[in-house]
């Protein structure tokens, strides 16, 4: 009869959806599309009797029997779409965990954070600059003329326009006193950049840290009790150390500062080449040309200035003797901190 095409059709469409179900929703879905309250075959079965009396029986009795057949395929894909979820949630407690590894603190940043806590516990404020410099912030304004041999040793890669990675975090210190009155005490943490091998002991790319204090009646005996404190805090109560006669262009009298070894306790080792002292730092008093190009009257304010590399502090506080396993990104290395 002509109904059974249509009848056919249903039930296709009705396999057809349930093959591409995956869930019990969606599944729920079908079923009350045609065997709900207004579902499609709810409703064929309703009009049976608009049917004329030769078609009735027939057509009734085709619609049950889909309909028979319809719930048994539901609650078949309904076992089954369980089965397969109950297997995707299984989740075995007897198994041992995967071991899920946090972020660590490079030693390089951890020591850089350590500095910086000590000198904030001293007053001293925190202030940054930019990597890009020009040549006037990097060299002239902190007493380095031009075509003077003393830019030797900081030759840089040049940028165009006049402009210069920086080789020290100096030209903070020259921003911050051009912005403000005395006193300052500041830190100035960064990047620096100079024309360098990498090796063991160089790198193109290093951190530093430098220091500055300006206020009146300042003295070289200022420098040396800060620094004294900074680093019993940093190596530990048993440190010594001492100021030897350097030349830096931006301080006078300038200094180089060396440390106890703390690997040998000063009884000589490889470390301090048999010396008992590392050098960690240079230091001085600010040079009175450098408070002559931020406008400082010489007659009334003094201060003192030091810097050191943190690679070299980070390198002497963990016993590392390579610089470049500070920059090599080995999870090995860097966790044994």
């Known amino acids: 009869m002509k109904f059974e095409k249509e009848i056919e059709d249903i039930k296709i469409a009705i396999f057809d959806k349930l093959k591409h179900s995956s869930t019990t929703e969606e599944i729920e879905t079908?079923?009350?599309?045609?065997?709900?309250?207004?579902?499609?075959?709810?409703?064929?079965?309703?009009?049976?009797?608009?049917?004329?009396?030769?078609?009735?029986?027939?057509?009734?009795?085709?619609?049950?029997?889909?309909?028979?057949?319809?719930?048994?395929a539901f609650e078949k894909k309904n076992k089954e779409t369980t089965k397969t979820?109950?297997?995707?949630?299984?989740?075995?407690?007897t198994i041992p965990g995967d071991k899920k590894w946090l972020?660590?603190?490079?030693?390089?940043?951890?020591?850089?954070?350590?500095?910086?806590?000590?000198?904030?516990?001293?007053?001293?404020?925190?202030?940054?600059?930019?990597d890009v410099e020009t040549d006037y912030y990097?060299?002239?304004?902190?007493?380095?003329?031009?075509?003077?041999?003393?830019?030797d040793t900081q030759d840089t890669f040049y940028l165009n326009n006049n402009l210069l990675l920086r080789t020290q975090t100096s030209p903070v210190q020259v921003r911050v006193m051009e912005s403000r009155k005395p006193p300052v005490r500041i830190i100035s943490p960064g990047r620096c950049y100079?024309?360098?091998?990498f090796d063991a002991s160089h790198s193109p790319v290093f951190h530093q840290i430098e220091g500055?204090?300006?206020?009146?009646?300042?003295?070289?005996?200022?420098?040396?009790?800060?620094?004294?404190?900074?680093?019993?805090?940093?190596y530990g109560p048993s440190t010594k150390i001492k100021l030897t006669p350097h030349f830096f262009p931006f301080t006078e009298p300038s200094a180089e500062l060396q440390?106890?070894?703390?690997?040998?306790?000063?009884?000589?080792?490889?470390?301090?080449?048999?010396?008992?002292?590392?050098?960690?730092?240079?230091?001085?008093?600010?040079?009175?040309?450098?408070?002559?190009?931020?406008?400082?009257d010489t007659n009334i304010y003094t201060g003192f200035a030091f810097g050191m590399g943190v690679e070299r502090i980070c390198m002497l506080k963990y016993g590392i003797h390579d610089l470049r396993l500070l920059f090599g990104n080995d999870l090995r290395f860097i966790r044994q901190f």
């Open 85 to 93: 979820k109950r297997t995707k949630d299984f989740f075995d407690y």
């Open 138 to 151: 990097n060299f002239e304004a902190l007493n380095f003329p031009k075509d003077h041999p003393s830019r």
């Open 212 to 234: 500055l204090y300006v206020d009146t009646n300042v003295t070289l005996s200022d420098l040396t009790g800060t620094l004294d404190i900074f680093f019993k805090a940093l």
């Open 103 to 130: 972020g660590h603190h490079h030693p390089l940043m951890k020591t850089m954070t350590e500095i910086i806590d000590i000198f904030v516990k001293m007053g001293f404020a925190i202030e940054y600059g930019p």
């Open 259 to 296: 440390v106890s070894c703390p690997f040998c306790e000063e009884n000589g080792c490889t470390t301090c080449g048999h010396t008992g002292w590392i050098e960690v730092m240079g230091c001085g008093m600010v040079h009175p040309n450098v408070f002559k190009s931020v406008g400082y």
């Open 194 to 197: 100079r024309v360098d091998s």
């Open 30 to 72: 079908i079923r009350a599309q045609y065997l709900g309250r207004k579902g499609i075959i709810t409703q064929k079965l309703k009009n049976i009797k608009n049917r004329s009396k030769e078609e009735r029986p027939v057509y009734g009795k085709i619609m049950n029997a889909l309909r028979v057949t319809i719930e048994k």
